[in-house]
């Protein structure tokens, strides 16, 4: 089994492999650039990993993972224009760089490129796999919808927070492992146990970062 570090070189190599050095440049340099700013690539990853626990050959797992990668880095860019954030791991963000347009345009374009990849996994699992991601990248939304709304509540209880951060972080760390383990031949009672452990490890994941930010 490949470790954590060669992994995050295999999504490396994979999102580097991206044709992305099309025209227009306005719309395809911001997604080159945002995802070359790096990060730990925890979504792919974990979808590698799960995918090893049942299957060694992580070839037929490496498009669902890079779909998972593009995706969170779509909701990244989106989320920075909405909250007007100068910096994204240090580097300017795309809306600063370019403008706000370009990279609402450019995040439409990561989403139907996150959409062609999985479209490009085994014909197989495919329609499983799409089934877990549609049902996650609405969550994310919903999340990011009601993370928006308490900004404006003075009355938010401990189950509104943890609800909210299930469906903004979890969710999304918790299909990546139930996607791997589809992409390798996973039953269905492991690919739920792995969702279900990738919700609990995504709440935890948000709970330290929101405490670091306080």
């Known amino acids: 089994m490949k470790s954590v570090k060669e992994l995050q070189l295999v999504v490396n190599k994979g999102l580097n492999n991206l044709d992305l050095s099309k025209h227009p440049k306005n719309l395809y340099n911001p997604i080159d650039y945002v995802l070359c700013l790096g990060g730990k690539r925890i979504r792919p990853v974990l979808a590698l990993l799960a995918h090893q626990l049942f299957n060694k050959d992580i070839n037929s797992g490496i498009s669902a993972a890079l779909a998972l990668e593009v995706f969170h880095n779509f909701t990244l860019l989106h989320d920075d224009i909405m ?9 300017q963000t795309v809306h600063k760089k370019w403008d706000d347009n370009i990279a609402i345009l450019s995040g439409d374009t990561m989403l139907v490129l996150a959409y062609k990849l999985i479209s490009e996994t085994n014909s197989t699992v495919t329609k499983d796999v799409l089934s877990v991601f549609n049902k996650a990248a609405i969550e994310v939304c919903e999340g990011q919808q009601l993370d928006i709304d308490y900004e404006q509540k003075k009355d938010v209880t401990i189950s509104d927070y943890l609800g909210m951060i299930e469906y903004k972080t979890a969710v999304l760390i918790a299909a990546s492992l139930k996607i791997g383990s589809i992409t390798g031949g996973a039953s269905l009672v ?4 792995l969702y279900n ?3 609990n490890l995504g709440i935890g994941f948000q709970l330290k970062d929101d405490l670091l930010d306080v």
């Open 83 to 91: 909250d007007n954030a100068p910096l994204r791991r240090g580097k």
């Open 190 to 193: 492991q690919q739920q146990a």
């Open 197 to 199: 452990f990738g919700i």
